[in-house]
């Protein structure tokens, strides 16, 4: 079962922005830094953001991410079609000695 | 250019076993942590292996420790997942991932697992 939390769904028109939350607790988000994924159907996920805020090279400025305390979001602006997937965020959990993901938010461009 | 290649994954029954290998390519298996991911049809991602990058630390979920087995060849620049005692609840798309820094950087295209009798 994931132990990070995110909304099943978030949708808004072309140009429009999203933001999709990430909750956690100390052991994880708290005190490990966290990463983004993109998954488009068929695909294997994509690194978007690392290191709560970081885009890798060729990651658009339209893709952000912020911190606080054990929660996390996401924040897509400038809505694409091309940006329907589903949405993972994903770090260390040190309590348990494991890698967590959250539960996963599929994004709609409506 | 950084490359993972899975392969290995197949329909099996319930109660054998099988080997998952993930090639790397474009840097070596010694310089970073490597991880086993799945992903259950139509679901989310699950976490279920990492091996360090000097192979001294293996860390498993809960619900594959003591069935599956992280290891690495560094001659061969190539990870594995060996997955004994499978189950239908196993059947999943494996991933192998980098560890870079504090993220999964890099993936591999994923092989799937059907476990099904």
């Known amino acids: 079962q994931s132990v990070l939390t995110q909304p099943p769904s978030v949708s808004a028109a072309p140009g429009q922005k999203v933001t999709i939350s990430c909750s956690g607790s100390?052991?994880?988000?708290?005190?490990?830094?966290l990463s983004w994924y993109q998954q488009l159907p068929g695909t294997a996920p994509k690194l978007l953001i690392y290191?709560?805020?970081k885009r890798p090279s060729g990651i658009p400025d339209r893709f952000s991410g912020s911190k606080s305390g054990t929660s996390a979001t996401l924040g897509i602006t400038g809505l694409q079609t091309g940006d329907e997937a589903d949405y993972y965020c994903?770090?260390?959990?040190?309590?348990?000695?494991?890698?967590?993901f959250g539960t996963g938010t599929k994004v709609t461009v409506l | 250019q950084v490359q993972l290649v899975e392969s290995g994954g197949g329909v099996v029954q319930p109660g054998t076993s099988l080997r998952l290998s993930c090639t790397a390519s474009?840097?070596?298996?010694?310089?970073?942590?490597m991880h086993w991911v799945r992903q259950a049809p139509g679901k989310g991602l699950d976490w279920v292996a990492v091996?360090?990058?000097?192979?001294?630390?293996?860390y498993y979920a809960d619900s594959v420790k003591g069935r599956f087995t992280i290891s690495r060849d560094t001659s061969q620049n190539t990870l594995y997942l060996q997955m004994n005692s499978l189950r239908a609840e196993d059947t999943a798309v494996y991933y192998c991932?980098?560890?870079?820094?504090?993220?999964?950087?890099?993936w591999g295209q994923g092989t799937l697992v059907t476990v099904s009798s």
């Open positions: 474009g840097f070596t298996l010694s310089s970073n942590g």
């Open positions: 290191e709560n805020n």
């Open positions: 994903g770090t260390w959990d040190s309590s348990l000695s494991a890698g967590v």
């Open positions: 991932a980098r560890f870079a820094g504090h993220t999964w950087d890099y």
């Open positions: 091996i360090s990058y000097d192979g001294s630390n293996k």
């Open positions: 100390s052991s994880n988000i708290g005190n490990n830094y």
